[in-house]
DNA sequence: TCGTTTTTCTAAATCGTTCTAGAGAATCGT
DNA sequence: ACGATTCTCTAGAACGATTTAGAAAAACGA
């Protein structure tokens, strides 16, 4: 069976290939007669418009846009931070005739894809996809604050969330706090202290949390603080970090999370172990997800989904006058946290 | 500034186009050393490798699949069955340099996209993005059971299903139904009987749905049917037609939602309104998902992650030598479901 | 009716890459 | 030392479409 191009189609109907192409892309350009003659002539060749390839290459356009994001794909649809983000850039998107494409976390699929702009969600600066992407020279809408006007993004003050967070814990009177990461070492690591900057220890979190552990130790100048890995990003990773917390003898007053499903299942496994939350150890979260409300998780709120929408917004037209979003946060306090309880 | 080629850098080194291409795709036809110098020259001009475009025109490939789900693209991300569906995908795919492409319900953006593949879930033969899917003449892998033996599919016995659920309701006794439905209606009509096929009435289901309903009267042949639609397939619909079907004289003994986030709405409704599912209403639901169990709801379990493994297997390798699965399916009874009680 | 504008269609160049076939040099086995 | 094999590299033709500039025909205005 021979492929059915638009030269094909020409011959076949006796014009010229421009003319079939115009067919399709501005009916406006020929008369309506022969515009259908040509349909008519493409459905019984069973052709079904202009091949995906041939087009974008010479149109420099493809109709889709990239989200890069988080470190792993498949966290893409398990993560309810993600899950909304993207839920939001949908609902800009599917009106469009664009489509989204999901990118693995590796160069190579990166380089490979055809995109007219992407986004990055999650991803370290240095990691290799993330540096494809930005190789690529390709339109990005980012999701963190830079330096330069040039750039266009959707962000949070991270540090500022943190400030939030660090404020209400120090009033409560906590001085003792273990930070509880996703990624940048082992699962089930605890350590002294990794957020201070250092030789070694550059890279360790997408600046996102990084300037978020920076407003939490600049508002509690007295406290000591720990750092804890549950590897990944996930309900289950906070769920098996807490031994290492708990389950100690200098238990901390307060357990700071990197994101809201990592405190939710470091929530669950106070659960199990008849720990109330706010009474015998204080949790709180990042971005107030689906479930913190029930869980009754202190957190910090961010508007997840608008933020997907105004990064659809931005990567469909980058024209658009409001390049560099700060979107507004609040602390959500619940019953997670409460004032440090005297030592028993 | 000018954009960087292969031929500009073939140039640039003094090298063959060729050679720059085989640099980057075959490294072992050229020697080490001349490689290493056009990659070294790469980064001094900016070129980050072959174009997407180009490269997919020419090699035929283009290293992503799609996926066509749902009348609605943003469902994709609200829907627990589809995310759970695209979880299983992405495990499979996200470590083989492919990329995953959402595609947005409309025919054109079908048209655009480059894919070397592509899925369908959840949408009706009928609608014209599935339509223009077929027509592509691209690789199709389904998610509903074929006739053809070269169609290549990953699917439950829909009907199987809809039995199992109607020999349950049955043997406990229901014999008023009502079947709560997620499109081809206005939100919020109920009509008598919208299962049995007949003119005007084709199309209304996708054809997974349609089998359930046909399972479903076929093992309950002295009920009587009524069809509510809630319009959308989501909690909120599942919720909001709930008052139709409650809030009348004759209200059914029955009520089976065509997928468990229409069930799960519905059972908040009866909350709402105090009601015990399974001894004032007994409720039933398809799929399993993630809520259900807590809810203590009825359904009828599938594979949902598995599902998505093979389909992304499938859309992998054409080659594959089982290109019809079809999973296994079972009934999963709880509190939602009970005898029919005496009339009040 | 005649110049002007609009409509309808086309020729030819181009987008950036990969692929096939093969040339020439280097290496190998004996 | 000679034919056979392997290693490097290249020329040139696709891949399938869109775009630009403009020709020919039709419609328009006075």
Redesign the interface.
Known sequence: MVRVTIKTLAEHVGVSPSTVSNAYNRPNQLSGDLRQRILDAAAEL?Y??????????RS?R???V?VLLTE???Y???DPYA??F??GL??V??????????????P??V?????DALTTLCIRDEHDAAK?AA???IRTVGTAVTDNPDDSWVAIDDREAGRLVGRHLARLGHRRVTVLLDNGLEPGTLTEDLLTPGPGKVGIQDPDSLARWQGLRETMPEAEFATASGGYNSYEAGRAVASLVIDRQDRPTAVVAISDVLALGFLDAMRTRSLTPGRDLSVVGFDDIAGAEAAGLTTVRQPIEEKGRLVGKLLLDPELPERQVLLPIELVVRSSTGPVSPTP
């Open positions: 069973g079904s418009g202009p091949d995906a390839a041939g087009r974008s290459l420099g493809s109709g889709a990239g792993s794909l498949s893409a649809f398990s899950v909304r993207l839920a949908t609902q998107i599917e009106h469009t005739d664009t489509s989204i494409v999901v990118l693995p976390p590796s190579e699929a380089q490979r894809a055809n995109l494809a190789a690529r020279g």
